[in-house]
T-cell receptor, first 115, second 111 residues
Framework: GAVVSQHPSWVICKSGTSVKIECRSL??????MFWYRQFPKQSLMLMAT?????????EQGVEKDKFLINHASLTLSTLTVTSAHPEDSSFYIC???????????FGDGTRLSIL | GQNIDQPTEMTATEGAIVQINCTYQ??????LFWYQQHAGEAPTFLSY????GLEEKGRFSSFLSRSKGYSYLLLKELQMKDSASYLCAVRDQAGANNLFFGTGTRLTVIP
């Protein structure tokens, strides 16, 4: 149980394009999902907390207009990187938990490369 | 702010025991988690401590002392496949119970 699916797993695109990443909880409902970013040899940095049916809560320093988060249902959250630039190239990982005091389970991550 | 410290790298021999330490200073505390992350992959959940003491799960054990802000992950009977990064993460009580991660400890298991 507690499977989180993330798609796509790898994206390469040109600078200036927008990229959408999907995160799905396959066998449970997740009122809260989390989006992380990880640069090479660094730890996971929380970008935002995605709440079903309401606005996401962004961490300090993360641009809301650049990283659009939508949590339209209890099993799906999307992260859209708008007008992506090479410095946005990173490993983006989502996670979800089955309940408030349960561990987070991670998707497989999306490796984003902006040329 | 949140401060979580782990050693950057460790090396251990196949079949041996290794202990990875984690110290933390956070504004709130609602549990400490250990995750394993292989290069290029997402983290996988290993263990969870919310009360003081030792939690054992097969070859992996995790210990917590809340008064000392200290935890360790113990790996027994090391196997080559245990070579990975081990992430210590603390969940705070504020807001949405976010997880704050340490920088991770890169463990290399040698024959």
């Amino acid at each position: 149980g507690a499977v989180v699916s993330q798609h796509p797993s790898w994206v390469i695109c040109k600078s200036g394009t927008s990229v959408k990443i999907e995160c799905r909880s396959l066998d449970f409902q997740a009122t809260t999902m989390f989006w992380y970013r990880q640069f090479p040899k660094q730890s996971l940095m929380l970008m935002a907390t995605s709440n079903e049916g309401s606005k996401a809560t962004y961490e300090q320093g993360v641009e809301k207009d650049k990283f659009l988060i939508n949590h339209a249902s209890l099993t799906l959250s999307t992260l859209t990187v708008t007008s992506a630039h090479p410095e946005d190239s990173s490993f983006y990982i989502c996670s979800a938990r089955t309940g408030a005091n349960q561990p987070q389970h991670f998707g497989d991550g999306t490796r984003l490369s902006i040329l | 702010g949140q401060n979580i410290d782990q050693p950057t790298e460790m090396t251990a021999t196949e079949g041996a025991i290794v202990q990875i330490n984690c110290t933390y200073q956070t504004s709130g505390f609602n549990g400490l988690f250990w995750y394993q992350q292989h290069a290029g992959e997402a983290p996988t959940f290993l263990s969870y401590n919310v009360l003081d003491g030792l939690e054992e799960k097969g070859r992996f054990s995790s210990f917590l002392s809340r008064s000392k802000g200290y935890s360790y992950l113990l790996l027994k009977e090391l196997q080559m496949k245990d070579s990975a990064s081990y992430l210590c993460a603390v969940r705070d009580q504020a807001g949405a119970n976010n997880l704050f991660f340490g920088t991770g400890t890169r463990l290399t298991v040698i024959p």
